[in-house]
Nanobody, 126 residues
Framework: QVQLVESGGGLVQAGGSLRLSCAVS????????MGWFRQAPEKERDFVAVISRSGTYTYYADSVKDRFTISRVNAKNTVYLQMNSLKPEDTAVYYC???????????????????WGQGTQVTVSS
């Protein structure tokens, strides 16, 4: 059974930082491209960042570029999202996802992912 378990969310003031983690089990992590998405209340789930299987390539949404960093440790089956300079508009439930394709362009789309975590809440106060 595939499981993706996010952690690290919470309440932080604007300008602060959080690091999200996503631990993966039940699928071959090193063969999985990993992405982060977020969903604010009454909005669609939007792409945030993706990292290739080896970790060599990353891609970010314009709204988080230069503030967020995605990384992975294949030996730990874990992907991370370091979030700095947080803004109130970053408030959302953050989801990690695993995909079989390694095409970073396609991995901006929710449909490219096979498995999803349950999400972790991030709230940024002004």
């Amino acid at each position: 059974q595939v499981q993706l378990v996010e952690s690290g969310g919470g309440l932080v003031q604007a300008g602060g930082s959080l690091r999200l983690s996503c631990a993966v089990s039940g699928r071959t992590f090193s063969s999985s491209a990993m992405g982060w998405f977020r969903q604010a209340p009454e909005k669609e789930r939007d792409f945030v960042a993706v990292i290739s299987r080896s970790g060599t390539y990353t891609y970010y949404a314009d709204s988080v570029k230069d503030r967020f960093t995605i990384s992975r440790v294949n030996a730990k089956n874990t992907v991370y999202l370091q979030m700095n300079s947080l803004k109130p508009e970053d408030t959302a439930v953050y989801y990690c996802a695993a995909g079989s394709t390694n095409n970073l362009g396609n991995l901006r789309l929710r449909s490219a992912y096979d498995d999803w975590g349950q999400g972790t809440q991030v709230t940024v106060s002004s």
